[in-house]
């Protein structure tokens, strides 16, 4: 059994907007929504998690009425790692646990069920391949980089902690795993908020999986459909692209 979760916790501060950064419309509809219809087309999970905050939770549940989700609440803003580890009860017998994020409105079913079906190592992942930063690629400037050696992916570098080097890379991270379960479980408390942040990082979990010599399988996706959303001048761009 595969369980989805979705982290929809964050308060979106730069999207300078009294609502939860993922009710933040496009063309008239919550950002959010698009991501939870995609999750129902592909067919993987009947009942996806959403990982919201106490001061958002009702918010979210009223948008998303009328699909079939369930709710973990993430009560202190400590990480992604964090607010994954809020979702365990709620994922209990799921095999694999496919963590998306809500400010990805353009995701596909079909990338969805990629992901599902990679499901033979500790972490699967989608990347993204840009030429540069100018337009609408922008959006990507501030996002975890990819990191490899011999070809193989060693770590996931946030922005925050990268270097100057690290930072002209062009692979980059747009937050989709597929993990083994009890892996997962067993790894997340292994975390350390030793970072810019202050916060326990999902993409940590890379470098734990490196480490132990386990697979980590990884995939392309079209930088189009991996655009995520983190500000209005983000926003606006992925209207244009919509």
């Not at 994922?91 to 990629?114: M, S």
């Not at 992901?115 to 501030?142: C, E, G, P, Y």
């Not at 490899?148 to 570098?157: E, N, P």
């Not at 890379?169 to 810019?196: G, R």
Request: with cysteine.
């Amino acid at each position: 059994m595969i369980k989805i979760i979705i982290l929809a916790a964050g308060k979106g501060t730069r999207m300078k907007s009294e609502l939860p950064k993922v009710l933040n419309p496009i063309k008239g509809e919550p950002m959010i929504n698009y991501l939870v219809k995609s999750v129902k087309w592909s067919g993987v999970s009947e009942r996806p998690i959403i990982v919201v905050s106490p001061a958002n939770k009702n918010l979210i549940k009223r948008a998303l009425k009328n699909f079939n989700c369930c709710y973990a609440v993430q009560k202190n803003q400590l990480g992604t790692g964090h607010a994954v580890s809020s979702a365990r009860r709620l994922a209990t017998g799921a095999e694999r646990i496919i963590v998306l994020y809500g400010d990805h409105p353009f995701l596909k079913k079909e990338t969805i069920n990629k992901m599902a079906v990679l499901n033979k190592s500790a972490i699967s992942l989608a990347t993204v391949k840009v030429k540069d930063f100018k337009s609408w690629r922008k959006n990507f400037f501030h996002w975890g980089r990819i990191i490899r050696k011999g070809g193989k992916i060693t770590a996931i570098v946030e922005f925050k902690d990268a270097s100057d080097r690290e930072k002209k890379i062009k692979e980059l991270n747009p937050a989709l795993y597929s993990f083994d379960a009890l892996w997962l479980w067993k790894n997340l408390k292994k975390l350390k908020n030793e970072n810019a942040s202050g916060e326990y990082y999902l993409t940590d979990l890379i470098k734990l999986a490196f480490k132990e010599g386990l697979k980590i399988d990884s995939f392309e996706i079209d930088a189009r459909e991996a655009v995520g959303i983190n500000s209005r001048e983000e926003l606006e761009a992925a209207e244009r692209l919509l």
